[in-house]
């Protein structure tokens, strides 16, 4: 008799155990290429630079200067979150000319996570395709830079920030 109760006392406590366990589910840390391009797409401004020439830093220059016209500084880098990595620079609300396209410049863009490196084609240097190193990426804020350790003699870098509105 007392081992039935022993048992009955036991097989409750055991499933008052078991039922107060939860799963809990951690929220899992967006990846760069989330950051990069949102669920669908993500635009980003560029909205300042800075040049680093043999260790010494010019400070943060206002991307408005890198243009000739008001009309090129409020341009736009698109990045997809397709499976085609598809890439476009296009025209901020102020285009230069009525004539002028949306789509400035069509292309893909790549992401090497092991060493954080971002392949595009980034207009103000290139129209082809060049690797950008990902020092900084958050939802809303994105610092590239580009080594020229490739010329002869040349120590130098530039560093470019972005900002985005949508997340």
Not at 93 to 104: F, R
Not at 123 to 134: A, C, D, K, T
């Amino acid at each position: 008799m007392i081992l039935n109760r022993l048992l009955i006392v036991a097989s409750g406590l055991f499933i008052l155990i078991l039922s107060g366990c939860s799963e809990t589910t951690d929220p899992k840390p967006l990846t760069y290429t989330q950051l990069l391009t949102g669920t669908e797409k993500k635009t980003w401004s560029l909205t300042s630079f800075e040049v680093i020439d043999d260790g010494e830093e010019s400070g943060p220059v206002p991307a408005s200067q890198l243009f000739n016209n008001t009309c090129e500084a409020d341009d736009q880098f698109v990045f997809y979150a397709n499976a085609e990595r598809k890439y476009e620079y296009i025209n901020g609300p102020t285009k230069c000319s009525s004539s002028e396209p949306d789509v400035l410049l069509a292309d893909t863009w790549s992401f090497v996570n092991a060493t954080a490196t971002l392949e595009f084609a980034f207009p103000l240097l290139s129209s082809g395709r060049l690797p950008y190193i990902v020092k900084s990426l958050t939802e809303t804020s994105m610092t590239l830079e580009i080594y020229l350790d490739e010329l002869d003699n040349v120590n130098a870098s530039y560093r470019f920030v972005f900002t985005s509105a949508n997340k």
